[in-house]
Protein backbone atom coordinates (compact mmCIF):
# COMPACT_ATOMS: atom_id res chain seq x y z
CA UNK A 1 0.00 0.00 0.00
CA UNK A 2 1.30 3.70 -1.01
CA UNK A 3 -0.06 7.30 0.31
CA UNK A 4 -3.23 7.61 2.05
CA UNK A 5 -5.55 4.63 2.36
CA UNK A 6 -9.46 4.64 3.22
CA UNK A 7 -12.07 2.02 4.18
CA UNK A 8 -14.73 1.22 3.40
CA UNK A 9 -14.65 3.34 -0.10
CA UNK A 10 -18.33 2.98 0.00
CA UNK A 11 -21.02 3.14 3.24
CA UNK A 12 -25.15 2.94 3.45
CA UNK A 13 -25.97 3.50 7.17
CA UNK A 14 -29.23 3.76 9.13
CA UNK A 15 -29.86 6.66 11.45
CA UNK A 16 -29.40 4.59 14.55
CA UNK A 17 -25.87 2.98 13.33
CA UNK A 18 -23.05 2.80 14.23
CA UNK A 19 -19.67 2.43 11.97
CA UNK A 20 -16.46 3.48 12.07
CA UNK A 21 -14.06 5.30 9.09
CA UNK A 22 -10.85 4.14 9.17
CA UNK A 23 -7.28 5.94 7.20
CA UNK A 24 -3.81 4.66 7.10
CA UNK A 25 -1.10 6.73 5.87
CA UNK A 26 2.28 5.18 4.77
CA UNK A 27 3.92 8.13 4.18
CA UNK A 28 5.54 8.36 7.39
CA UNK A 29 3.82 11.93 7.90
CA UNK A 30 3.07 13.25 11.55
CA UNK A 31 -0.11 14.96 11.08
CA UNK A 32 -3.75 13.83 9.75
CA UNK A 33 -6.98 15.57 9.17
CA UNK A 34 -10.78 14.58 8.49
CA UNK A 35 -12.47 16.72 5.45
CA UNK A 36 -16.16 16.40 4.63
CA UNK A 37 -16.43 17.58 0.75
CA UNK A 38 -20.60 18.03 0.27
CA UNK A 39 -22.01 18.63 -2.90
CA UNK A 40 -22.35 22.69 -3.95
CA UNK A 41 -20.21 23.32 -0.76
CA UNK A 42 -16.22 23.60 -0.33
CA UNK A 43 -14.04 21.25 1.74
CA UNK A 44 -14.79 21.30 5.35
CA UNK A 45 -12.19 20.72 7.76
CA UNK A 46 -13.56 18.51 10.68
CA UNK A 47 -10.47 17.54 12.79
CA UNK A 48 -7.09 17.93 12.34
CA UNK A 49 -4.27 15.19 14.54
CA UNK A 50 -0.72 16.45 15.01
CA UNK A 51 1.34 14.07 16.60
CA UNK A 52 -2.08 11.69 18.02
CA UNK A 53 -2.88 15.60 19.50
CA UNK A 54 -6.44 16.52 18.54
CA UNK A 55 -5.41 20.43 17.67
CA UNK A 56 -8.16 21.51 15.58
CA UNK A 57 -12.18 20.40 16.51
CA UNK A 58 -14.17 22.85 14.05
CA UNK A 59 -17.31 23.03 15.74
CA UNK A 60 -18.28 19.34 14.14
CA UNK A 61 -21.18 18.00 15.97
CA UNK A 62 -20.70 14.92 18.86
CA UNK A 63 -21.97 12.18 16.66
CA UNK A 64 -18.42 12.07 14.60
CA UNK A 65 -15.66 10.73 16.86
CA UNK A 66 -12.11 11.18 16.01
CA UNK A 67 -9.44 8.89 17.18
CA UNK A 68 -6.01 8.79 16.50
CA UNK A 69 -4.08 5.94 18.25
CA UNK A 70 -0.75 6.78 16.24
CA UNK A 71 0.98 8.91 13.89
CA UNK A 72 -0.12 6.34 11.03
CA UNK A 73 -4.00 5.32 11.51
CA UNK A 74 -6.97 7.94 12.28
CA UNK A 75 -10.59 6.73 13.09
CA UNK A 76 -13.71 8.78 12.50
CA UNK A 77 -16.97 6.91 14.62
CA UNK A 78 -19.91 7.60 13.41
CA UNK A 79 -23.36 7.06 15.49
CA UNK A 80 -26.72 8.57 15.17
CA UNK A 81 -26.11 10.48 11.87
CA UNK A 82 -28.59 12.58 9.72
CA UNK A 83 -29.45 11.85 6.65
CA UNK A 84 -27.62 15.68 5.76
CA UNK A 85 -24.41 13.83 6.81
CA UNK A 86 -24.44 12.09 3.63
CA UNK A 87 -21.24 13.40 1.94
CA UNK A 88 -17.77 12.25 0.89
CA UNK A 89 -15.33 11.99 3.80
CA UNK A 90 -11.52 12.76 3.14
CA UNK A 91 -8.63 11.89 4.84
CA UNK A 92 -5.30 13.81 4.79
CA UNK A 93 -1.73 13.53 5.94
CA UNK A 94 0.93 15.75 6.10
CA UNK A 95 4.16 16.31 7.58
CA UNK A 96 4.23 19.12 10.27
CA UNK A 97 7.37 20.89 11.05
CA UNK A 98 6.62 23.56 14.67
CA UNK A 99 6.28 26.82 13.61
CA UNK A 100 4.44 25.66 10.34
CA UNK A 101 1.31 26.16 8.70
CA UNK A 102 -1.35 23.39 8.28
CA UNK A 103 -1.43 22.58 4.59
CA UNK A 104 1.13 25.12 3.62
CA UNK A 105 4.44 24.83 1.64
CA UNK A 106 6.34 21.53 3.16
CA UNK A 107 3.15 20.74 4.42
CA UNK A 108 1.61 19.62 1.90
CA UNK A 109 -1.84 17.63 2.30
CA UNK A 110 -1.80 13.98 0.70
CA UNK A 111 -5.37 13.11 0.72
CA UNK A 112 -7.21 9.58 0.47
CA UNK A 113 -9.85 8.61 -2.21
CA UNK A 114 -12.59 9.19 0.81
CA UNK A 115 -15.08 7.45 2.09
CA UNK A 116 -18.79 7.66 -0.40
CA UNK A 117 -21.43 7.90 3.35
CA UNK A 118 -25.07 7.56 2.83
CA UNK A 119 -27.21 8.23 5.83
CA UNK A 120 -30.45 6.94 4.76
CA UNK B 1 -20.44 36.78 0.78
CA UNK B 2 -17.81 33.77 0.67
CA UNK B 3 -14.69 33.78 1.66
CA UNK B 4 -13.22 32.31 -1.60
CA UNK B 5 -15.60 32.33 -4.77
CA UNK B 6 -15.45 29.59 -7.79
CA UNK B 7 -17.88 28.83 -10.97
CA UNK B 8 -18.38 24.89 -10.17
CA UNK B 9 -19.06 25.28 -14.03
CA UNK B 10 -18.96 22.47 -15.78
CA UNK B 11 -16.26 23.55 -18.37
CA UNK B 12 -16.12 21.71 -21.89
CA UNK B 13 -13.37 22.93 -24.10
CA UNK B 14 -11.59 20.66 -26.91
CA UNK B 15 -8.23 19.33 -26.62
CA UNK B 16 -6.06 21.50 -27.12
CA UNK B 17 -7.77 24.69 -26.14
CA UNK B 18 -6.27 27.02 -23.67
CA UNK B 19 -7.99 26.69 -20.53
CA UNK B 20 -8.51 29.20 -17.68
CA UNK B 21 -9.91 28.32 -14.26
CA UNK B 22 -10.52 31.60 -11.56
CA UNK B 23 -10.99 32.09 -8.28
CA UNK B 24 -12.08 35.55 -6.50
CA UNK B 25 -11.45 35.95 -2.65
CA UNK B 26 -11.82 39.03 0.15
CA UNK B 27 -9.63 38.45 2.58
CA UNK B 28 -6.97 40.51 2.17
CA UNK B 29 -5.04 38.87 4.61
CA UNK B 30 -4.47 35.77 2.36
CA UNK B 31 -1.05 35.49 0.85
CA UNK B 32 -0.67 31.50 0.42
CA UNK B 33 -2.83 30.29 -2.82
CA UNK B 34 -2.94 26.83 -3.63
CA UNK B 35 -4.74 24.85 -6.79
CA UNK B 36 -5.73 21.16 -6.18
CA UNK B 37 -7.04 18.37 -9.24
CA UNK B 38 -9.70 16.43 -8.41
CA UNK B 39 -10.63 13.08 -10.40
CA UNK B 40 -13.39 10.99 -10.28
CA UNK B 41 -13.26 8.88 -7.28
CA UNK B 42 -10.44 10.11 -6.11
CA UNK B 43 -9.03 12.83 -3.39
CA UNK B 44 -7.35 16.52 -4.26
CA UNK B 45 -4.05 16.30 -5.08
CA UNK B 46 -1.36 19.45 -5.12
CA UNK B 47 -0.88 20.88 -8.08
CA UNK B 48 0.35 24.55 -8.00
CA UNK B 49 1.32 26.71 -4.66
CA UNK B 50 2.07 30.01 -4.94
CA UNK B 51 3.20 32.30 -2.40
CA UNK B 52 2.19 35.85 -2.72
CA UNK B 53 1.64 37.58 -5.54
CA UNK B 54 2.96 36.66 -9.12
CA UNK B 55 3.26 33.94 -12.17
CA UNK B 56 4.66 29.72 -11.47
CA UNK B 57 4.44 27.72 -14.60
CA UNK B 58 5.12 24.13 -14.45
CA UNK B 59 4.93 22.77 -17.64
CA UNK B 60 1.26 23.49 -19.23
CA UNK B 61 0.34 24.99 -16.26
CA UNK B 62 0.55 28.46 -15.04
CA UNK B 63 -0.61 29.85 -11.81
CA UNK B 64 -1.10 33.63 -11.51
CA UNK B 65 -2.00 35.48 -8.26
CA UNK B 66 -2.93 39.14 -8.65
CA UNK B 67 -3.23 40.33 -4.64
CA UNK B 68 -4.25 43.84 -5.61
CA UNK B 69 -7.78 42.56 -7.31
CA UNK B 70 -7.96 39.64 -5.10
CA UNK B 71 -7.81 37.29 -8.46
CA UNK B 72 -6.03 34.22 -8.57
CA UNK B 73 -5.97 31.95 -11.96
CA UNK B 74 -5.01 28.98 -13.42
CA UNK B 75 -4.05 28.53 -17.23
CA UNK B 76 -3.46 24.98 -18.80
CA UNK B 77 -1.97 25.54 -22.69
CA UNK B 78 -2.27 22.20 -24.56
CA UNK B 79 -5.58 20.71 -22.88
CA UNK B 80 -5.16 17.27 -22.67
CA UNK B 81 -8.25 14.79 -21.97
CA UNK B 82 -6.43 13.26 -19.08
CA UNK B 83 -6.66 16.92 -17.79
CA UNK B 84 -10.44 16.31 -17.16
CA UNK B 85 -11.31 16.93 -13.42
CA UNK B 86 -12.29 18.96 -10.50
CA UNK B 87 -10.26 21.66 -9.98
CA UNK B 88 -10.13 23.39 -6.56
CA UNK B 89 -8.77 26.63 -5.04
CA UNK B 90 -7.54 27.06 -1.51
CA UNK B 91 -5.50 29.81 0.29
CA UNK B 92 -4.74 30.77 3.67
CA UNK B 93 -3.40 33.60 5.12
CA UNK B 94 -0.89 31.47 7.02
CA UNK B 95 -0.34 33.05 10.52
CA UNK B 96 -1.69 31.72 13.67
CA UNK B 97 -5.44 31.74 14.82
CA UNK B 98 -8.60 31.59 11.95
CA UNK B 99 -6.02 33.05 9.45
CA UNK B 100 -3.74 29.50 9.09
CA UNK B 101 -6.64 27.49 8.12
CA UNK B 102 -7.11 26.45 4.46
CA UNK B 103 -10.34 28.09 2.75
CA UNK B 104 -11.25 26.57 -0.82
CA UNK B 105 -13.37 27.24 -3.02
CA UNK B 106 -16.38 24.89 -4.72
CA UNK B 107 -14.29 23.36 -7.50
CA UNK B 108 -14.88 23.72 -11.51
CA UNK B 109 -15.69 21.10 -12.92
CA UNK B 110 -13.43 20.58 -16.52
CA UNK B 111 -14.18 18.22 -19.45
CA UNK B 112 -11.63 18.31 -21.82
CA UNK B 113 -13.07 16.76 -25.12
CA UNK B 114 -10.92 14.57 -27.72
Known amino acids: ETGVTQTPRHLVMGMTNKKSLKCEQH?????MYWYKQSAKKPLELMFV???????ENNSVPSRFSPECPNSSHLFLHLHTLQPEDSALYLC???????????????????FGPGTRLTVL | QKEVEQDPGPLSVPEGAIVSLNCTYS??????FMWYRQYSRKGPELLMY??SSGNKEDGRFTAQVDKSSKYISLFIRDSQPSDSATYLC??????????????WGLGTSLAVNP
Open chain 1, 92 to 110: ASSHYVAGGHYGLGTDTQY
Open chain 1, 27 to 31: LGHNA
Open chain 1, 49 to 55: YSLEERV
Open chain 2, 27 to 32: NSAFQY
Open chain 2, 50 to 51: TY
Open chain 2, 90 to 103: AMSGGSAGNNRKLI
